[in-house]
């Protein structure tokens, strides 16, 4: 592989904003949130928080599953549109920062296509099981004995935590780049309103699942 070519996969998947933005990023970004949504369906994922993931039960509708991705986008939405309109000098388009913020998710869509893995299914299922049966006592707690499935299983479990830190990385470019916000203390703005946005996604998701 080439400089160049190096060069230009680094800026797709580190900084596609600066290409793709607008309308094309909101499409393509729903489109994502959607589809990550129906495929975590399959195996009981949840994006139940804007950094949450979590594998649970497939008996919640799926509308549920499509409405998290939703109230996760939004949330963080509103609250770095609103933050970027108090610290940024200039101006910028709500389409652009809620289009990006969108598209900045796509790596869920990995994560839930990773969930689908038969290893990690049926080792998951044991895990729950034991954990029912032995409680949450780590001294009565043993670990399925499959060992190619626990591999798999911490394998895609390293690829969540990575794809969540790239999610992380590009809502801040979103972020920065569409408000034009550099800097320190526009970075420390954000991690503050990645946090109110965790807790607030939480909790509308949550009463959203006692409303079933």
Same mark, same amino acid.
């Given at each position: 592989?080439?400089?160049?070519?190096?060069?230009?996969l680094?800026?797709?998947?580190?900084?596609?904003?600066?290409?793709?933005?607008?309308?094309?990023?909101?499409?393509?970004?729903?489109?994502?949130? /959607?589809?990550?949504?129906?495929?975590?369906?399959?195996?009981?994922?949840?994006?139940?928080?804007?950094?949450?993931?979590?594998?649970?039960?497939?008996?919640?509708?799926?509308?549920?599953?499509?409405?998290?991705?939703?109230?996760?986008?939004?949330t963080?939405?509103?609250?770095?549109?609103?933050?970027?309109?108090?610290?940024?000098?200039?101006?910028?388009?709500?389409?652009?920062?809620?289009?990006?913020?969108?598209?900045?998710?796509w790596?869920?869509?990995?994560?839930?296509?990773?969930?689908?893995t038969?290893?990690?299914?049926?080792?998951?299922?044991?895990?729950?099981?034991?954990?029912?049966?032995?409680? !949450?006592?780590?001294?009565?707690?043993?670990?399925?004995?499959?060992?190619?499935?626990?591999?798999?299983?911490?394998?895609?479990? !390293?690829?969540? /935590?990575?794809?969540?830190?790239?999610?992380?990385?590009?809502?801040?470019?979103?972020?920065?780049?569409?408000?034009?916000?550099?800097?320190?203390?526009?970075?420390?703005?954000?991690?503050?309103?990645?946090?109110?946005?965790?807790?607030?996604s939480?909790?509308?998701?949550?009463?959203?699942?006692?409303l079933?």
């Amino acid at each position: 592989m080439t400089s160049s070519s190096s060069f230009r996969l680094s800026h797709f998947l580190f900084q596609p904003f600066v290409r793709i933005a607008g309308l094309e990023s909101l499409l393509l970004g729903l489109a994502a949130v /959607l589809l990550a949504g129906w495929v975590g369906s399959l195996s009981g994922l949840h994006f139940d928080g804007v950094l949450d993931v979590h594998v649970g039960t497939k008996a919640p509708p799926l509308w549920l599953f499509l409405a998290e991705g939703i109230i996760n986008w939004l949330t963080i939405g509103i609250i770095l549109y609103t933050a970027g309109k108090l610290l940024s000098r200039t101006s910028f388009r709500a389409i652009d920062l809620f289009g990006t913020q969108a598209l900045a998710r796509w790596p869920m869509l990995l994560v839930s296509l990773a969930c689908l893995t038969p290893a990690f299914q049926r080792f998951n299922a044991q895990l729950i099981d034991a954990i029912t049966k032995m409680g !949450v006592d780590p001294t009565k707690f043993a670990m399925p004995g499959n060992g190619m499935d626990a591999a798999v299983f911490g394998a895609v479990t !390293v690829l969540m /935590l990575a794809c969540i830190v790239w999610m992380v990385v590009l809502l801040w470019k979103s972020f920065s780049h569409c408000c034009n916000l550099r800097g320190g203390k526009h970075l420390a703005a954000f991690i503050l309103c990645l946090l109110i946005a965790e807790v607030a996604s939480k909790a509308l998701i949550v009463r959203l699942f006692n409303l079933i």
